[in-house]
């Protein structure tokens, strides 16, 4: 229909690392992101090394998120409108759908040869843009599921793939006390209310859960807030990471705005982060990214960020 030359590339054997890291992460007591972890191995890994054997310039793809690339005139970086420096990861236009999050991986050499051509429109027009051009993909309904656990069981999927992990144990409260049974710790995430499978008479959530002991810990809401956090595994895409406190916007998470707080990097190469208000529900396992550049009440640029070890 768009009349280009059209290449299958089968990343069924590379896929299987998505699938298993999953796995690990939910029975290492963390809640995984395979949605980041695909993006920097295989859409913006393997897919860009496939793109320069066929001496394709550029990878094209449809995230809510958007690219400044140094020769585009009238850049913070580039005025005179001539070409230096590395391509900068912005928000997306549309908050409602901002992807930048799940991009903050990507390899920074690599966002000069990226292209994300709807990051500067909104969904419902790049859904008029389709319609006008008739492609039969203009009213397809959004997914929110990880494409490989399309029912959302993910404790179902990761008993069928390790099944001695995944074992019944206790039900805990911050005391320390036995309130409940739970099938198996990899049923649960920090922050989870519904499903816990014990009640209170008032609300109660997931606050922690061990996978040394294979207990779940449950308290209040308030329970769930944080003061900061630290991160490992680091991704950069500015110069020099500081070592001292730095101003930025702080997303945890993939549908929630940044928070404005603070960031350094360790001698270690540790990502540290305070709040200036504590955050409810810091999971380890999930992304966190650092956002600068606030214009407007927005942090717009993604300067890096890391996978949660802990909360603070």
Not at 220 to 231: E, P, Q, S, Y
Request: hydrophobic fraction near 30%.
């Amino acid at each position: 229909m768009l009349n280009v030359p059209f290449y299958v590339v089968n990343f069924k054997k590379d896929f299987g690392r998505i699938m298993d890291y999953f796995v690990d992460e939910y029975n290492a007591g963390r809640t995984p992101n395979p949605c980041v972890r695909c993006n920097d191995w295989l859409k913006f890994g393997k897919l860009h090394d496939y793109a320069r054997s066929i001496d394709a310039d550029y990878i094209a793809s449809g995230h809510y998120a958007r690219i400044e690339h140094p020769g585009t005139p009238g850049t913070p970086d580039n005025t005179d409108g001539k070409p230096r420096g590395h391509a900068r990861l912005l928000r997306g236009l549309d908050q409602d759908k901002d992807q930048s999050y799940v991009l903050f991986g990507s390899p920074r050499d690599r966002l000069d040869r990226m292209l994300l051509p709807i990051g500067g429109m909104h969904k419902s027009q790049v859904r008029q843009l389709a319609r006008d051009l008739n492609l039969p993909v203009s009213d397809k309904p959004d997914s929110q599921e990880i494409c490989f656990v399309p029912d959302n069981d993910y404790a179902n999927l990761v008993k069928r793939r390790s099944p001695e992990e995944v074992t019944p144990g206790d039900i805990v409260d911050l005391q320390g006390a036995v309130v409940g049974q739970h099938p198996g710790h990899q049923h649960f995430t920090i922050g989870q209310r519904r499903g816990v499978g014990v009640a209170f008479g008032y609300p109660i959530y997931v606050t922690d859960r061990d996978p040394k002991t294979n207990t779940v810990t449950i308290g209040g809401k308030d329970d769930l807030l944080a003061d900061g956090l630290t991160a490992s595994q680091t991704n950069w895409l500015i110069d020099d990471p500081p070592a001292d406190w730095r101003a930025c916007g702080v997303k945890v998470r993939y549908n929630s705005p940044p928070s404005p707080g603070r960031f350094r990097v360790t001698e270690q190469g540790v990502l540290e982060v305070r709040f200036d208000q504590p955050v409810s529900a810091v999971t380890p396992g999930q992304a966190v990214v650092c956002y600068g550049g606030e214009s407007g009440g927005r942090w717009d640029r993604v300067l890096g960020g890391g996978w949660i070890d802990r909360a603070l």
